[in-house]
């Protein structure tokens, strides 16, 4: 069984940025694809990105293309997100979750999620 541990977030003003990490221990984690979705106060939980297994292929949400980027480390067993030109609307949880399906943009794609880490974003 998976267990992930999201890390790095934080409080920072817009335009800022800040990488996140989601550290894998046991399971296959190197072979399964992660996403990273977020969920704001009162809000539904939203997809952000999501990487295959060999980093290769990478997914995004329209509103962080070009200002977000996902990639991987295998050997490390874990994922980053990186997040650049911060905005206010950007706060909330970031989770990270282990695909077994392949609709990345879904949670019901996914299995294993960890406990999320707060990013908070200042005007």
């Known amino acids: 069984q998976v267990q992930l541990v999201e890390s790095g977030g934080g409080l920072v003003q817009a335009g800022g940025s800040l990488t996140l990490s989601c550290a894998a221990s046991g399971g296959t984690f190197s072979r399964d694809a992660v996403g990273w979705f977020r969920q704001a106060p009162g809000k539904e939980r939203d997809f952000v990105a999501a990487v295959t297994w060999n980093g290769i292929n990478t997914y995004y949400a329209e509103f962080v293309k070009g200002r977000f980027t996902i990639s991987r480390d295998n050997a490390q067993n874990t994922v980053f997100l990186q997040m650049k030109k911060l905005k206010p609307e950007d706060t909330a949880v970031y989770y990270c979750?282990?695909?077994?399906?392949?609709?990345?943009?879904?949670?019901?794609?996914?299995?294993?999620w960890g406990q999320g880490t707060q990013v908070t974003v200042s005007s």
């Open positions: 979750g282990v695909a077994v399906g392949t609709s990345y943009s879904r949670q019901t794609s996914y299995d294993y």
